[in-house]
């Protein structure tokens, strides 16, 4: 079976302060912590032994993962395992690099976001060099705030070409035509992020080859329909992974509508859909972004 597992962990604290999110600077306890961890361990064990399978593992924590040593070790196992074809996790690049020269570069990629005001620009783009150096494959993304425009101009000066500039559209943030031309000549797919995508009953890849896994082990078709299909563990998912049309009135979260049958981002991300880098014979361009 080919798979890919969002997985979502207790894990909710973050290092960073960011005003557009609501995780910021939160702090676990030690006890919330321990439970991450152990969930985290426990779903690492689960995807290791499905050797029969081919797994692809996106990790998506409301908080920072990768400034917790068991998130890095996790990455790194996994990585190494010949049935898992990629690992991924998001992150604001915060923590050192240097645990990743234990990883598999061809499995292991990483969806960087840097966020203006949280940490020097200079030493997020630092990162960025090493993460270039080691052969890492990554993607970087800026919120589309009207302050964070010259700093993602910036950004897309001193990336290396190949590494894409992904802008999200800024939550609750209603953009002009001449706004969002701005943000699509950094990123010619802006448009697929700047307005909400309906979805009422149209097909989408989640609750067959995609689902989302919480800490406890929970499956859902994805992290936003809350309708379980069962549990991992038990294996009670299995007999409820079949097409079914998206519930929800619109789709507004890349990690969500990137699985739409209807829209052609899984062409343009060929083999890169997870950490959100498109296909180099399919760079973007700002006239295929409908």
């Known amino acids: 079976m080919d798979l890919t597992l969002l997985y979502r962990g207790p894990l909710a604290s973050c290092d960073y302060d960011c005003p557009y999110c609501p995780f910021a600077k939160r702090r676990d306890s030690t006890a919330q912590l321990r439970a991450d961890r152990a969930a985290l361990e426990r779903f690492a064990q689960w995807a290791a032994a499905r050797t029969e399978d081919h ?5 998506t924590p ?14 790194v196992d996994l990585s190494r395992l010949p ?42 783009l630092t990162k960025c060099r090493d ?31 190949h590494v894409y500039l992904w802008i999200n559209a800024a939550e609750g943030h209603t953009y002009t035509d001449a706004e969002a031309d701005r943000w699509t000549a950094l990123d010619p ?7 909400p995508h309906a979805s009422a009953g149209l097909p989408c890849r989640t609750g067959v080859s995609v689902v989302s896994v919480d800490g406890d082990g929970t499956v859902r078709r994805c992290h936003f329909v809350r309708t379980p299909l069962g549990n991992l563990y ?17 789709c507004d979260c890349h990690i969500g509508y990137v699985h739409l049958e209807t829209l052609p ?19 973007p361009r700002a006239e295929r972004a409908l």
């Open 55 to 59: 797994l692809s593992l996106l990790f």
């Open 62 to 75: 409301w908080g920072e993962g990768l400034v917790r040593s068991w998130y890095r070790r996790t990455l």
């Open 83 to 124: 049935h898992i074809r990629r690992v991924a996790i998001q992150t604001n690049l915060s923590c050192r690099t240097d645990w990743l020269a234990g990883a598999d570069r061809d499995t292991l990629a990483l969806w960087c976001t840097y966020h203006p005001g949280q940490t020097p620009y200079d030493r997020f």
């Open 131 to 161: 993460l270039t150096m080691r052969g890492i494959r990554f993607s970087v993304g800026v919120v589309g705030l009207p302050g964070h425009l010259d700093v993602a101009r910036r950004l897309r000066a001193d990336l290396p070409a």
């Open 189 to 195: 797919l802006f448009p697929y992020s700047r307005h």
């Open 234 to 250: 038990d294996g009670s998912y299995l007999d409820a992974l079949r097409p079914r049309p998206c519930p929800l009135a619109a």
């Open 265 to 283: 981002l899984y062409d343009i991300f060929a083999g890169g859909v997870l950490e959100r880098i498109p296909a180099p014979a399919r760079a």
